[in-house]
T-cell receptor
Framework: DGGITQSPKYLFRKEGQNVTLSCEQN?????MYWYRQDPGQGLRLIYY???????QKGDIAEGYSVSREKKESFPLTVTSAQKNPTAFYLC????????????FGDGTRLSIL | AQTVTQSQPEMSVQEAETVTLSCTYD???????LFWYKQPPSRQMILVIR??????QNATENRFSVNFQKAAKSFSLKISDSQLGDAAMYFC???????????FGSGTRLLVRP
């Protein structure tokens, strides 16, 4: 989706290191989400934010942290407490109610060095 | 807890033929929304089709249509005239009206034989 930019495309983490994945959107959407995808599996929700300065834990928040200081940005930090961080990470946004779908970025592939 | 189940890990279809991917879900809510997403090898998540639970009419988008059976909590995706570009992972997802969360199934890999 051209309106959601995730960077970097590939990221490598050393033991004990925190890394931050970027997600920026120009769609003016209120809600933003972070998902984790492991090989051959579906998406699992890490964190989500409905408005600026507010966010909630998803199903697998342990070892991750987020911030939502601006409407356009929702960075995800993978901390050293996340012992198995190797996965594909997807950011999504959504606006409105009802049947509005989530729109996804192109993802970041995180690997351990 | 709400769950979404895709019981077919992999399906195969001959080019130009029709294939149906299955999805069932479990919810106690009466208002919810259902989606099918496609994830090609590029790993982008692309919306294929959506269905509102309050609508009885099945959604259709060109070659893609759904068979929504609310009482059975079933939401299958039918792809007609399959094309090589349809080969991808397909994910079924459900969002309750009371929640911002989208619950995904585990996915079905679709192979298209030329």
């Amino acid at each position: 989706d051209g309106g959601i930019t995730q960077s970097p495309k590939y990221l490598f983490r050393k033991e004990g290191q925190n890394v931050t994945l970027s997600c920026e959107q120009n769609l003016n959407h209120d809600a933003m989400y972070w998902y984790r995808q492991d090989p051959g599996q579906g998406l699992r929700l890490i964190y989500y934010s409905q408005i600026v300065n507010d966010f909630q834990k998803g199903d697998i928040a342990e070892g991750y942290s987020v911030s939502r200081e601006k409407k356009e940005s929702f960075p995800l930090t993978v901390t050293s407490a996340q012992k198995n961080p190797t996965a594909f990470y997807l950011c999504a946004t959504r606006t409105g109610g009802g049947n509005q779908p989530q729109h996804f970025g192109d993802g970041t592939r995180l690997s351990i060095l | 807890a709400q769950t979404v189940t895709q019981s077919q890990p992999e399906m195969s279809v001959q080019e130009a033929e029709t294939v149906t991917l299955s999805c069932t879900y479990d919810t106690s809510e009466s208002d919810y929304y259902l989606f099918w997403y496609k994830q090609p090898p590029s790993r982008q998540m692309i919306l294929v089709i959506r269905q509102e639970a309050y609508k009885q009419q099945n959604a259709t988008e060109n070659r893609f249509s759904v068979n929504f059976q609310k009482a059975a909590k079933s939401f299958s995706l039918k792809i007609s005239d399959s094309q090589l570009g349809d080969a991808a992972m397909y994910f079924c997802a459900c969002r309750m009206d009371s929640s911002y969360k989208l619950i995904f199934g585990s996915g079905t890999r679709l192979l298209v034989r030329p």
